[in-house]
């Protein structure tokens, strides 16, 4: 598999970065997992794609949850909130905006930089020790620490462990989110696997992870976004106390079995007869002569068109409306990713929605599509066309 972001110009093909894309899972702490990582520099640049904003409906989320923080966490005098990728300030704007003090990380210099711009005190580099130290030194411990679909891309969490023990005061709170290892596999989003997401978390193995350096869930809250997240509040073991949630729903990974092998092999199936129907349906349009275009050039895109080789033959190009993807090729199948507009100025017959996690919000956008008498596909949860 190339880089999930690794959108390239031509001149770059011969160059481009391949890695072997596995998926594995530990029988002894349950933590789905990447089975290879690739270098943390090659992801998180001055060139990182994604800036949380540009989807309104996740704007609307992030600022929802800053609400909630502030309501429900905040009460000590003068508290200090650390956001762990905080990109580009959406999820501490409202925070910020209320005087309170806080820090974002970001590796990522353009996306640190966008935050900066709006006022949110943001350090760019990793989150390890020596950042939670150098947080600490500055401002002290914080009473909130929150990271949004960011800790399944922090490959050593041992150390992550080790830094929130240093940056959280002893009565502090992690809440974090991430897509939920329960909706990949009930879901058969496979596209979740990619480059970035090192690890796929579930009740289970965030307890593995986390109880022996000292710390517990002590509530979940399951999130409707990006196809199914859990956010996780974690805290100091016995600092908090532990809501019934955490042990029902652990009760129900069980039953599902997302601590057994077996559990994995059915998906690996179930992701393969995906790419079958997938592939036939992209086929069986292109011998009718229909025009396919790909909508909105995703990171789960790059797993979906390489695990199921979809070339140009078959998808004539990728609409996208991040103006640092126009000109440029999808990572390792080169199809060209053009402005939406192309894709507004003559509609094709049929447009794959990679962007399915947003499906909602862009089906009512894009009535006009569906009006003129074409259709979507899509793959998740099942290969469809609409
Ligand atoms: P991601 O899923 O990797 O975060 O990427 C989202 C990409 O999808 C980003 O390049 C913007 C694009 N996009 C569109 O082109 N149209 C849309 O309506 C949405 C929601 C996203």
Known sequence: ?????????????????????????????????LMQNVPRE???????????????????????????????????????????????????????????????????????????????????????????????HKNGCADVVLAANCLCHIQDL?????????????????????????????????????????SYFCILSVKNWLSPPGFEIVDIQPQNVHGGSMR??????????????????????????????????????????????????LERLNKEGCRVVGYAATSKSTTVLNYCGISSALLEFISDTTPMKHGKFSPGMHIPVRPHEDFQARYPDYALLFAWNHAEEIINNERAFNDAGKHWIRYVPKVEAF
């Open 1 to 33: 598999m190339p880089l999930a972001n690794g959108f390239l110009r031509q001149e770059d093909f011969s160059s481009e970065f391949f890695f072997e894309l596995g998926f594995g899972v530990c029988e002894d702490c349950s933590l789905a997992q």
């Open 232 to 281: 996780y509040v974690v805290a100091r073991t016995g600092a908090h106390a532990v809501t019934p949630r955490v042990s029902v729903l652990e009760q129900w990974e069980r039953r599902r079995g997302l601590h057994l092998l077996e559990t994995y092999r059915q998906f690996a199936l179930d992701v393969n007869r995906s790419r079958e129907l997938l592939l036939a349906m």
């Open 158 to 198: 041992h150390s992550l462990a080790a830094a929130l023990e240093i940056v959280l005061k002893p009565q502090g709170v992690l809440i974090f989110e991430d897509p939920y290892l329960g909706d990949v596999i009930d879901n058969v989003a496979y596209d979740q696997i990619y480059d970035e997401h090192a």
């Open 42 to 136: 090659k992801m998180f640049h001055s060139e990182y794609p994604f800036v949380t904003s540009s989807s309104r409906r996740m704007t609307e989320h992030f600022h929802n949850w800053a609400d909630d923080v502030v309501r429900e966490r905040l009460s000590a005098a003068d508290p200090f909130v650390v956001e762990i990728g905080s990109n580009d300030g959406t999820l501490l704007q409202p925070i910020a905006a209320l005087g309170i003090r806080h820090v974002g990380v970001d590796p990522s210099a353009n996306v640190a930089a966008l935050a900066q711009s709006k006022g949110i005190n943001t350090v760019c580099r990793f989150f390890d020790e020596e950042t939670a130290k150098d947080i600490v």
